[in-house]
């Protein structure tokens, strides 16, 4: 089982706007490191680790740490604005970085269609895949769709290079529930977070919460999921998506306490994920 670590898997120690902070936020080199002495087969700097903001000399002391470790690095952002995919699109060829995975924040699909087309040829001439997560602005049945459509405008040998990153919770915002996310994404997985959760009423009985836990102590079916995943792919005449570990901790009252229970969590899931192995 090919299992990485994502920098969602660490939101506290990077940090989060509105809360208190850690003394010493983890930086994309520090998130590596982690990834390198935990020996995850992967790591995915997204979002919460802008790698926009890094200088060329720390991109390039990234991709030397990442090389000589053998650590394959996978890519994040927000946004599907042609300037900004080809922005990141020129970082993955610094980090050699074979995925890019995105978050549409434009509802119009017909536009994000748009803007999609017109930078899939580049990405297809670099060789890098760009994943398109799941989240709670489109349900999972437009994201096929719109995966399904821009597919069928291109060559069938670059076809694979467009796909879903196939988030297991982030559709609740969405009305949708784990099954029916997997039922319509996975034959179009290019990656997969995983990210086990739970649901539980609040004490005064008025409505549910969703809540992360550690790998394999939730209600995320994983081993149905990663059987499902695994055999759409392989039908489809490709290779399984890598796995990016996530959490979702809930705040444990201050933030030291909060970053000692995601590392828990961590440790706790890598061992759990790679005993299911």
């Not at 509802?107 to 670099?126: F, K, N, Q, T, W």
């Amino acid at each position: 089982m090919n299992i990485g670590i994502g920098s969602y898997c660490l939101t506290w120690s990077i940090g989060v706007n509105g809360w208190p902070l850690p003394a010493c936020p983890m930086q994309a080199i520090d998130l590596l490191d982690l990834a390198i002495s935990a020996g995850a087969d992967r790591v995915q700097l997204a979002d919460n680790l802008p790698l926009d903001k890094l200088t060329t000399q720390a991109l390039h002391q990234l991709a030397d740490k990442a090389e000589k470790n053998g650590m394959p690095i996978e890519i994040g952002l927000r946004g599907s604005e042609p300037e900004r995919l080809l922005e990141y699109l020129s970082i993955a060829g610094t980090l050699k970085a074979g995925l890019v995975r995105t978050l549409l924040t434009e509802r119009d699909l017909g536009i994000c269609r748009e803007h999609l087309s017109s930078v899939l040829p580049l990405y297809a001439a670099a060789g890098v895949t760009l994943a398109l997560e799941n989240h709670g602005l489109h349900s999972s049945s437009e994201l096929a769709g719109l995966i399904d459509g821009l597919r069928k405008s291109m060559a069938a040998t670059e076809a694979a290079l467009i796909g879903c990153c196939l988030d297991t919770v982030n559709s609740f915002g969405s009305l949708e529930g784990p099954e029916q996310v997997i039922r319509n994404l996975a034959p179009l997985a290019v990656n997969l977070h995983l990210k086990d959760f739970t649901i539980r009423r609040h004490t005064h009985q008025m409505g549910f919460e969703i809540i992360g836990t550690p790998a394999g102590k939730g209600r995320l079916d994983i081993p149905a999921l990663l059987k499902t995943v695994r055999e759409s792919a392989w039908a489809a005449g490709r290779q399984a998506p890598g796995i990016i570990l996530e959490l979702w901790v809930p705040w444990q009252g201050d933030i030291d306490a909060t970053i000692h229970v995601e590392r828990q969590w961590l440790a706790e899931s890598l061992e759990w994920l790679h005993e299911l192995s």
